[in-house]
Structure formats: structure tokens, C-alpha cells
């Protein structure tokens, strides 16, 4: 069963397929020549605890593209709704479907629906991790910088579900990975520990200046992600904002990411994220190339 559930449940060299294969599709999609459909006659259930824009707008076109049916599931429509259980849902859906997506709060939800379920399940985003945008943001990375090697990534800010993501792939990809959050922000501590056995080079900075130098790819994120509380947050991460200044002292090329939504003003200036070194809308762009090859390896074999 090739469940997608983390990146650091696979190895690199399957993610480095899974990038070739998305960057061969993103071709052949511009390019205009017709396209392998491994999802023919095959359906896939995306279950949304949580709203969504781009995950959920690419997956069903990604389906589509790929000759399956994609079926839109809100959580609050389902009888997950009124307290049935995951593992029956997952087993109930199984004997309909090929391939399971699902977005919710509990990563254990996930995990849960996965061990119960008999086809691939794939992860749309839990509180603890979002796999399938790192997967976008790296092949967005190779297409600006070339290459993942050598390279030095810089997070600024929460060190959330998508740090954390961000983390794994360092882990499997070998890329220098910089993380500045203020004091009570740090990613989890274990997985700091997992990454850093696994030969991750991820170091931990309070100043963001001083983790942005020489840096080539500078990324952030919300600062209050769903499920969050506000509480103080816009006062403990007034000095991780993504600003011109903080940009001028990266590397000259460095490119900006954040995998949107954003908040203009807060944990990014307007003239960052509209600006030349943003690269946030082939990163949302590429959500679709990287889950079609995703889906692909998961459901189509290949
Ligand atoms: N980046 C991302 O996952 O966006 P959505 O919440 O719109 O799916
Ligand atoms: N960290 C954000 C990502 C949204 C795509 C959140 O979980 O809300």
C-alpha cells in the first residue's frame, strides 16, 4: 500500500522520482501533448476538515487531468460529522475508491483513517505536517536554483505544520536548512532530533538577520495557523515579519516562498510577496504538477 503520509516516510530517492515525474507533466500539461491517465476509471474521496483553496482546487483538477473522478467530501457532510468513526469511514470508503485524500485538525486522524483504510491514503495538511507542499516547494525550488544541493533554505517565523514538513525534507534531500522563530516556536523537539539523526543539517536561530545571510531561498508562513490561537502572536513575531529589509540581507538571488494564504503586512510586506523575488504563485502552481505525480505513484503505479 503506498500511502503518502510524511516525507520522511519515504526515501529520497522515491521523492527525487516523484519530482521528476511532476516536472515531466508540467511539461507535457504546457506543452500541450496528451497525457498518461493513470486514474482512469478510478475515483478518489478528498475528505476537508478545514478550508481550502489551493489543495483542494488542485487535487481535483489533478484528478481530473490524470482520468479519475474526484469526489469532494466536507467533513461536516459526512457522518464523521455526527461521531461515526474513522476507521469505519476509512473501510467504508475503501470499498468504493481508489485513493484517499484527507485535510484535518488531528494528525492522529490521519494516521488512524490510513491504518484502516485499503487504499492510499494521502495527507492534505494536518496540524503537525503538509507533505504535499513541500513536495511543490522543492520542485519550485530546482526550477529557480537548478538543484536542492548545496542550497541553504531559511524559515522564518512559526515553527509549524509546514516547518515541520520542511524539516523532513531536509532530512532526505541534504539541503542546509536554517529556522528562526521567536522564543516558544520552535518546531517540535523530536523531530529536530529524528532530522538531525538522519544526517539533517538544521540549525535553530532567534535573530532572523543573522539566518537569512548568504541564504538563497527565504520561506515563512502565517503566523496564526488554523486551529490556532491569536492569542499574542502578532506581538511575539513582530521581529519575524519578511520585510525588504530582511531580503536585502539574503543572498542576491535568493528566491521568496510562502505556500499562501497570506497575510500582507503581517508576516510578509506587499512588496516582498508582489515582488520579483516572489515565487509564491509557481509554488501554488505546482501544487498541482507535484500531487498529480503523488497521485501517480500512489494510485497509478508509477
Ligand atoms: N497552501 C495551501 O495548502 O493552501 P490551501 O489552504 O488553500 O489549500
Ligand atoms: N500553516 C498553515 C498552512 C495553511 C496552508 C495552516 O495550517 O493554517
Not at 495527507?123 to 516547494?137: E, F, G, K, V, Y
Not at 540581507?249 to 508576516?267: K, N, S, T, V, Y
Given at each position: 500500500m503506498r500511502h503518502f503520509l510524511d516525507i520522511r516516510d519515504q526515501s529520497g530517492e522515491t521523492l527525487q522520482g516523484i519530482l521528476d515525474h511532476a516536472a515531466e507533466m508540467k511539461a507535457a500539461l504546457k506543452s500541450g501533448a496528451s497525457t498518461a491517465q493513470?486514474?482512469?476509471?478510478?475515483?478518489?474521496?478528498?475528505?476537508?476538515?478545514?478550508?481550502?483553496?489551493?489543495?483542494?482546487?488542485?487535487?481535483?483538477?489533478?484528478?481530473?487531468?490524470?482520468?479519475?473522478?474526484?469526489?469532494?467530501?466536507?467533513?461536516?457532510d459526512l457522518q464523521i460529522g455526527r461521531g461515526e468513526s474513522i476507521e469505519d469511514t476509512a473501510r467504508v470508503l475503501s470499498r468504493y475508491v481508489d485513493a484517499i485524500t484527507i485535510r484535518c485538525f488531528d494528525h492522529a486522524t490521519l494516521t488512524t483513517l490510513a491504518e484502516s483504510?485499503?487504499?492510499?491514503?494521502?495527507?492534505?495538511?494536518?496540524?503537525?505536517?503538509?507533505?504535499?507542499?513541500?513536495?511543490?516547494?522543492l520542485q519550485t525550488m530546482i526550477e529557480r536554483h537548478g538543484s536542492l544541493v548545496g542550497q541553504t533554505v531559511t524559515w522564518i517565523g512559526d515553527g509549524n505544520n509546514v516547518a515541520a514538513s520542511w524539516i523532513e525534507a531536509a532530512a532526505r534531500f541534504g539541503f542546509h536548512l536554517r529556522i528562526a522563530c521567536p522564543d516558544g516556536y520552535a518546531p517540535d523537539a523530536e523531530l529536530l532530533a529524528w532530522a538531525r539523526g538522519e544526517?539533517?543539517?538544521?540549525?535553530?536561530?532567534?535573530?532572523?538577520?543573522?539566518?537569512?545571510?548568504?541564504?538563497?531561498?527565504?520561506?515563512?508562513?502565517?503566523?496564526?495557523?488554523m486551529g490556532d490561537d491569536e492569542g499574542t502572536r502578532a506581538q511575539d513575531f513582530q521581529n519575524?515579519?519578511?520585510?525588504?529589509?530582511?531580503?536585502?540581507?539574503?543572498?542576491?538571488?535568493?528566491?521568496?516562498?510562502?505556500?499562501?494564504?497570506?497575510?500582507?503586512?503581517?508576516?510578509?510586506?506587499?512588496?516582498?510577496?508582489?515582488?520579483?523575488?516572489?515565487?509564491?504563485?509557481?509554488e501554488a502552481e505546482n501544487r498541482l504538477h507535484a500531487q498529480k505525480a503523488v497521485l501517480a505513484w500512489c494510485v497509478g503505479g508509477n
Open positions: 493513470p486514474l482512469a476509471g478510478k475515483s478518489v474521496a478528498m475528505i476537508f476538515e478545514k478550508p481550502s483553496t489551493r489543495t483542494r482546487v488542485s487535487f481535483e483538477v489533478g484528478i481530473s487531468q490524470l482520468g479519475g473522478t474526484p469526489l469532494m467530501l466536507s467533513s461536516s483504510a485499503t487504499v492510499p491514503v494521502i495527507n492534505a495538511l494536518t496540524a503537525r505536517s503538509h507533505p504535499c507542499q513541500i513536495m511543490a516547494d544526517g539533517a543539517d538544521v540549525v535553530l536561530y532567534d535573530d532572523a538577520t543573522a539566518a537569512v545571510a548568504d541564504s538563497q531561498t527565504i520561506v515563512t508562513d502565517v503566523w496564526v495557523s519575524f515579519q519578511v520585510n525588504e529589509e530582511l531580503m536585502a540581507a539574503a543572498a542576491g538571488d535568493a528566491i521568496f516562498m510562502h505556500c499562501l494564504p497570506a497575510w500582507r503586512g503581517m508576516e510578509v510586506t506587499a512588496g516582498v510577496i508582489d515582488g520579483p523575488q516572489s515565487v509564491v504563485f509557481d
